[in-house]
């Protein structure tokens, strides 16, 4: 079970990180100085990550219910 909140709690990061990158790609939040502040590939950036943040966590929600069915 300490893998899958470990795998899970990283997913949660990714799609945190994902989120934030994908609106300061379309100018919503960051600095105005940043690189990424109004940059088109930023927000599909900012998607991907997001994307992968969801398929990680699912894949730790996963491993948490198989540890549980194990325990039982």
Do not use: A
């Amino acid at each position: 079970m300490r893998v899958g909140k470990g795998v899970t709690t990283s997913g949660i990061v990714m799609l945190i990180f994902g989120i934030i990158f994908h609106l300061q790609g379309q100018s919503v939040i960051g600095p105005e100085t940043s690189f990424m502040y109004s940059n088109p590939e930023w927000i599909t950036y900012g998607m991907q990550i997001t994307s992968v943040g969801i398929i990680i966590v699912g894949v730790g929600i996963i491993i948490i219910k198989k540890s549980q069915l194990h325990e039982e």
